[in-house]
């Protein structure tokens, strides 16, 4: 279940009052203003709105990469707002898969030690990394390219190792932000078929951010950032308002 | 360590930056050894010297005269173990680059003075008894494919213009590696006999071994206070603070090849600087990531640093390696213009240890820029 109205308990991310104000120059700007949502377990949320309403910033909220100004967020009972830098870090290696629209791959690395990297912040040893790093390969469908640098992977398959190096290390939710900005409409789709199987088959909780009302349709909920605060719609309607394509 | 993958595939990203940066370090450390060469050379006259002798100057400068007299009073100072007296001649040998010192000795105290310079017994006797006579280092008897018995023109520049003939009775070699192998020697009684009369019964100036080296300042003190007030008044050192004098007439040798150095380095630090702060801003996207992922602050800072310090660690290597090359050649090609060149280990570890510290200091701004930037910014930026 995924609620906006602040009331619901025992969910496994919990935002209360979220509050962020950028200032620039004399100037402040409350993009976000006392939001609040409840994603449990096994969802799998889109959040949609017009460039700059705030999709990033409510995103790198719950990713803990960047702090509110008031208001707060728990995960898994764990309280992120009032965590210190190195304790965010950590906890971010633990509990958070990020998946950015670009950017994302080291590119003198190949595909395994790309995938490998979360793994080194752990005690695992090598050869259980390994198995761990096959295993998220597989997943993804890109076992027979394990070897290949990010130049020699398709704009898809980088992004495919990306989703694996998010889910390699069993994190407890992932964060996507405009996973297929980039991408061509086939890309997209197998990239999105992935997240609807990790969803489905892994139980994998996704927060995912898009600009595209046929990406959006396939998460269970969709949710609308206006004016700082989030409103629960359906793809399917605005799609419709945008001129009926799905 | 796990990470070495990582900050491997970091440092060789950019092959033609990595080797011209590598190149870089290994051309100011070559520089750096060289420059440390000829600087322990210059300053070499102090390991050199005896701490029991004491040379005895004219106080005006070295080139002028004292009496010979002079002599059997410093010998009458208490404390004074043996006296010898040379003159710089400063005669060619065919080409005035054929440089080497002659020096006009006094036969009869030469070699207890100079205990370090061996001269086979046989071959002193046979200089002894040669008015014509001649006692030269080994390095320059090598240099000139002289041989015992050889008859050596060299024209005289300072006493007239003429050629004065010697014969080689005798080669000596120092001791130690140190020792200066380049001398010629020859005796008093033949350049007295034909030097111009207004320069007879002047010698050059004395040396003279104590019978202990705790007398240096009491000695010292008391032969330029029994000459003070003369025509010809005395300055009297230790050896090694004469041979400290006498490099300094070729200028600040010590301070010139120092700023040099200094340069070299500034220059280094910050090329090397300027190419890291370069390699870490592009990456700014791939170090966010990083960070996204849970690398902590202080494991990039880490990483930053680890590539700067490898840099600089094989650049140092290949540098100073090169260096222990070219000494050699170097010494030869110089032959005995300069003391023996040697690269020494407390030269290469100081080597290292500078390339070490650049190496440190040109990772430290770029990894402190890497350490403090947010993610969300980094992210935003592209
Ligand atoms: N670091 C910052 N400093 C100042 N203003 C910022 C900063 N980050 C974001 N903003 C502003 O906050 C607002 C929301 O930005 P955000 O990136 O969250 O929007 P978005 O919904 O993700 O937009 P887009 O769809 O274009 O990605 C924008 O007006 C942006 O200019
Ligand atoms: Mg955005």
Redesign the interface.
Known sequence: MVRVDGKGSGALIQVRGLNKTYKRGGESIQVLQGLNLDVDKGDFVAFMGPSGSGKTTLLNLMGGLDVPTSGTISVDGDEITHMSASKLTQWRARHVGFIFQMYNLIPVLTAFQNVELPLLLTKLSASDRKKHVETALSVVGLSDRMHHYPRQLSGGQEQRVTIARAIVSDPTFLLCDEPTGDLDRKSATEIMELIEALVAKHGKTVLMVTHDPVVAARAHTTLHLEKGELVEGSAERLAAMAGGHV | M??T??IW??L??KKIRLILTLGSFAVALFLFAFLAVVKDAFGRGADVAGADRLVVINRTSIINPIPLSYRDKILRIPGVKVVTHNNWFGGIYQDEKNFFPQFVIDPENQRQVFPELIVPDDQWANFLKDRQGAIVGEKTAERFHWKIGDRIPIKSTIYGNAAWEFNIDGIYHGKRPQDDETQFWFQWDYFEERVPERAKGNIGWYVLRLNSPDDAVRVAKAIDDQFANSPYETKTQTESAFAAGWVKQFGNIEFLILSIGAVVFFTLLLVTGNTMAISVRERT??L??????????QMVLFFVLAEAIAISLFGGLLGLGLAMMAVPGLARALNGLLPALVLSKATLALGLGVALLVGLISGLLPGIMAMRMR??NA??R?
């Open positions: 796990k990470f993958r990582l595939a970091n060789t990203r996207g791939e966010a990531v990083l960070k996204a992922i849970g690398f902590g602050d993610v969300i992210l935003r592209v």
